[in-house]
């Protein structure tokens, strides 16, 4: 059974704050690591990971993928209250076409 | 490009009714993966349908059954409702790469279904 686990599971920071975001897996046929931010309504795609070591950057957020330790981070650097929100992992695994979710972590950036 | 559309946004059905759920892809992409979301389980996956054939098989009850058709769009059906089915219901649109690599899914905004 794959499995996703991420931590912390809430997390509250002031703007500036730059936060660290973690993802643990299990995976059969592992083949992509996927972050997702979820407001008040369906989540949002930032990043794929497949391969380790390279990371992914999109402005204030950056992504990097270890394959060998199994786990993944989010750096959100220099935060702002539009940050706020369930940021969720996910592990694709290629033989069974789906996606594994972490619970993921709230964040809540206060001003 | 249109995005994942799900339809209808909210619904509310009372205990034993049967509900079915409608999810149109973004143009092009072929597989499509239901998703209940609740507080106390997160997200979790239903089945995935690739070129009207269902791949792949969460958890769930066969309560729960879905079908895609030839333009892709695909249809959740939930029979025999209870109280625990109140969820949020994602579905999800993907294009598979080259090689079998999967490519990223875009989810759509989800159907409220709320279950009295």
């Known amino acids: 059974e794959d499995k996703v686990v991420q931590s912390p599971l809430s997390l509250v920071v002031h703007e500036g704050d730059t936060v660290t975001l973690n993802c643990s897996y299990e995976v059969t046929n592992f083949r992509s690591l996927l972050w997702y931010k979820q407001e008040k309504k369906a989540p949002t795609f930032l990043f794929m990971l497949t391969s380790s070591g390279i990371e992914k950057k999109s402005g204030r957020l950056s992504s990097i993928l270890d394959k060998k330790e199994l786990f993944s981070i989010l750096n959100i650097t220099a935060t702002q209250t539009g940050d706020s929100a369930v940021y969720l992992c996910?592990?694709?695994?290629?033989?069974?076409?789906?996606?594994?979710f972490g619970d993921g972590t709230t964040l809540t950036v206060k001003p | 490009k249109a995005g994942v559309t799900q339809t209808p946004r909210y619904l509310i059905k009372t205990r034993g009714q049967q509900v079915t759920l409608s999810c149109s892809p973004i143009?092009?992409?072929?597989?499509v993966s239901w998703y209940q979301q609740t507080p106390g389980q997160g997200l979790q996956f239903l089945f995935e349908y690739f070129s009207e054939t269902q791949r792949n098989k969460g958890n769930f009850p066969g309560r729960f059954s879905g079908r895609q058709f030839s333009n892709s769009r695909s249809e959740m059906n939930v029979s025999t409702l209870e109280l625990g089915d109140s969820a949020l219901y994602l579905c999800?649109?993907?294009?598979?790469?080259?090689?079998?690599?999967?490519?990223?899914?875009?989810f759509g905004p989800g159907t409220r279904l709320t279950v009295l």
């Open positions: 999800a649109s993907s294009s598979p790469g080259l090689a079998g690599v999967y490519n990223e899914q875009f």
């Open positions: 996910a592990v694709f695994n290629t033989n069974a076409g789906k996606s594994t």
């Open positions: 143009s092009g992409h072929r597989s």
